[in-house]
């Protein structure tokens, strides 16, 4: 295994093992960096046969924030080959959970936001806290979704519900979430890890095979990839444009942006 320096990995019970983002001061913020190595570590849980059921999960106060909005600003004029590096690795990692032949179950704590909500949902279950911070996030900075989220909440609760969460960036309350089929179980926060844990080792217990079957079955994996490269394609455009850089700008500025439309 090689050094981790953004991504730890334990065994919390037999067959289970814990994915967990490791960059708190940033709220678990994705960098490049930190999708790199994301990717690495699922790559390794798919292959460890001693693992039967993975969980993911953020260090500190949130599970992840989304994308590193200062490395965005940090980009300057060369933002959009940024995003397209960006895009690149991130949707490396949603490809990775959700054709990983395993059970993957989110553990969600406190902010859930822009990316961080696309990876949740990419899961196939997700332990949620009650009084986790669910939110789009993607138009607060003039930038339009990755991830795969548009395809998610599309699915999840129709195109009009999906518009009105990702348009004017509704948050997503996780009695909401549950009540749509977004989040499996909400829990008070404190027992989102253990029942995150608890539920990854009674899948572990089970006909992995057959999971892996499932998983195969259900995910629509052709309209889900496409939709990933429509997504980094249409992001990366949008950071180029005024709208985009100045919302880049003001989120680390931390003023409202001003949008001129363009």
Not at 80 to 90: G, S
Not at 100 to 123: D, F, Q, T
Not at 191 to 196: G, N, P, S, T, W
């Amino acid at each position: 295994m090689a050094e981790e320096r953004f991504v730890r990995i334990d065994r919390p019970a037999e067959g289970v093992a814990r994915v967990t983002l490791d960059r708190p001061d940033a709220r678990n913020a994705l960098s490049v960096e930190l999708c790199s190595e994301l990717a690495e570590r699922l790559a390794e849980v798919q292959c460890d046969d001693a693992v039967r059921a993975v969980v993911l999960a953020g260090a500190g106060k949130a599970f992840c924030v989304g994308g590193d909005i200062a490395a965005m600003h940090a980009a300057g004029d060369d933002v959009r080959v940024f995003l397209r590096r960006l895009t690149l690795e991130f949707h490396g990692v949603i490809t990775a959970i959700t054709r990983m032949p395993k059970p993957v179950i989110a553990a969600v704590r406190g902010a859930a936001g822009g990316g961080g909500l696309s990876m949740a949902l990419a899961c196939d279950l997700v332990v949620c806290a009650e009084d986790a911070k669910l939110v789009t996030a993607y138009t607060a900075i003039g930038l339009p979704p990755d991830g795969g989220l548009t395809f998610q909440l599309t699915r999840a609760l129709g195109p009009h519900r999906a518009l009105a969460h990702l348009l004017r960036n509704e948050p997503i309350l996780p009695e909401e979430g549950r009540a749509h089929g977004l989040i499996h179980t909400v829990v008070p926060a404190a027992e989102v890890d253990e029942r995150a844990v608890a539920l990854a080792a009674e899948l572990a217990r089970g006909p992995t095979a057959s999971y892996a079957a499932i998983k195969r079955l259900v995910w629509s994996w052709d309209a889900l990839e496409t939709t990933l490269e429509n997504e980094r394609q249409q992001i990366a455009d949008a950071a180029g444009r005024a709208d985009g850089r100045e919302g880049i700008a003001a989120f680390v500025e931390k003023r409202k942006a001003r949008f001129a439309g363009r």
